[in-house]
């Protein structure tokens, strides 16, 4: 009969454990064996004793084994019951590799499967996702994966990048801007908003920081030039933003119906100003960055919001209510 070497024995037992076993699924000696052969062959000689010892071993070595005996005589039942992730905690990574329209459906299963190894066989059939994979809405881009790890490292070694960068037109191609030439930034930060990866970064030639789509990005290269470190506040950028369009920042003011002030707090924080002004409305004052995106946000509310200042933003969106009056012809 074939015997396992020691070493492969105490491996192979240590595997065993990790796929097949959890809280909800134990395995007795008797049991091992038989996982044993299904891998090795029904001619494999195993002996119990020495399979207890290795499970002994692998304690010492403070690998988590659960012993289970209802009463002495009684066959005893092992599990692996620790993992780094709860399956609470794994379901939502699952959740957010699919609702992460930069990801490609190919990537996203390929993440799936990978995150259900992280936990029992049994466990993972739990895992199915009921959250449909929509291709309609994922990246059909597979150099973001790339963009992603060289923008982490440029930003890391502080290393200036060099890019293309693009959109679709209306026939569904994708348009390389200003004739293809190349951007040139000081990475700063990288941010997932808006079920996108965003590149934050100054832009040498505007002299201005600004954001990129990661997924529009193309040939993105680390050049050898540096740049001395610079403390940026990534937080307090994406909250000034609104949809990720840029511009100017700026006080504002907003007078809100009350039923919005949790909206509020889940945009801008705790922290941010907000003063009652009667029983129905409160103000709520923040820097903002001018932009349609800012615009487009506040109509949104309707009759539920009105800008107080700056006066420039009140006119623009007078101008904007003036625009959809003319095409719903109001």
Known sequence: MERIDNKDRLLMLRDIFEAETDEENELSIDDIIEKFKAIYGSEIKLNKNSLKDDIDHLIENNFDVT????????????????????????????????????????????????????????????????????????????????????????????????????????????????????????????????????????????????????????NVQLTEETFPYDPFDVTKYVQSTFHMFAGSEEWIKVKFQNHLINVMIDKFGKDVSIQKVDNDHFVLTTKARLSSGLVSWLLNWGGQAEVLSPASLVDTIKEEIKRMQEIYKI
Do not use: C
């Not at 009684?74 to 609470?88: T, V």
């Not at 799936?112 to 449909?132: D, G, H, V, Y």
């Open 67 to 218: 012993i289970n005996q209802v009463k002495e005589g009684l066959p005893k039942y092992y599990s692996h019951q620790y993992r780094l992730f709860e399956l609470y905690e794994l379901r939502m990574l699952i959740d957010a590799v699919v609702s992460a329209r930069f990801i490609t459906k190919e990537e996203t299963k390929q993440l799936i499967r990978k995150i259900k190894k992280l936990t029992s066989k049994p466990q993972a059939k739990m895992l199915q996702n009921e959250i449909l994979i929509d291709s309609s809405v994922k990246s059909e881009s597979h150099l973001v994966r790339v963009a992603i790890n060289d923008l982490h490292h440029a930003i890391a070694e502080r290393r200036i990048v060099t890019f293309q960068y693009g959109r679709y037109d209306l026939d569904k191609e994708f348009v390389l801007s200003h004739g293809g030439d190349d951007y040139r930034v000081k990475p700063l930060a990288l941010t997932w908003t808006n079920d996108f990866y965003y590149l934050i970064a100054y832009f040498f030639k505007a002299e201005e920081i600004r954001h990129y789509r990661i997924d529009r990005l193309r």
